[in-house]
Nanobody, 127 residues
Framework: QVQLVESGGGLVQAGGSLRLSCATS????????MGWFRQAPGKEREAVAS????????YYPDSVKGRFTISRDHAKNTVYLQMNGLKPEDTAVYYC????????????????????WGQGTTVTVSS
C-alpha cells in the first residue's frame, strides 16, 4: 500500500502564500505520477497540478497556472505544492494523489486516473 500524508494547510489572507507537502511511504516513489486536487464544499473535486515521475514535466489548469508550482524531492519521497497569490476561491481541502506512471512524461489532471489518496489538508483564504 502507498500511504500519502498531506500537511501545510492553514488560514492565509488573500495574496498570501502556502506550501503544501505530501509525504509518501513507497520506496518506489520515482515510479509514480503525483497530483494535487482540491474540493470545496458543494463542488466537484478538481485538479490543481500534476507532475511526472522524474519531476521534469508538470501540468496545471488555467485557474492556477502561474500561481501554483508542483515539485518533488526524490531523496525525501515527498511532493510539494507551492501556492502564491492565493485567492478566496482557492479555499478547499487539498488532496495529494498518486498512480504508477505508464510513460516517461505522463501527467494527468483527471482524478479518476489516480489510485492512492491522502486524507487532505485544509486551505482557507480570507478576503
Amino acid at each position: 500500500q502507498v500511504q500519502l500524508v498531506e500537511s501545510g494547510g492553514g488560514l492565509v489572507q488573500a495574496g498570501g502564500s502556502l506550501r503544501l507537502s505530501c509525504a509518501t511511504s513507497t520506496r518506489a516513489f520515482n515510479n509514480y505520477v503525483m497530483g494535487w486536487f482540491r474540493q470545496a464544499p458543494g463542488k466537484e473535486r478538481e485538479a490543481v497540478a500534476s507532475i511526472n515521475w522524474n519531476g521534469e514535466h508538470a501540468y496545471y489548469p488555467d485557474s492556477v497556472k502561474g500561481r501554483f508550482t508542483i515539485s518533488r524531492d526524490h531523496a525525501k519521497n515527498t511532493v510539494y505544492l507551492q501556492m502564491n497569490g492565493l485567492k478566496p476561491e482557492d479555499t478547499a481541502v487539498y488532496y495529494c494523489a498518486a498512480v504508477r506512471s505508464p510513460t516517461y512524461t505522463y501527467t494527468s489532471l483527471n482524478s479518476q486516473d489516480y489510485y492512492y489518496w491522502g486524507q487532505g489538508t485544509t486551505v482557507t483564504v480570507s478576503s
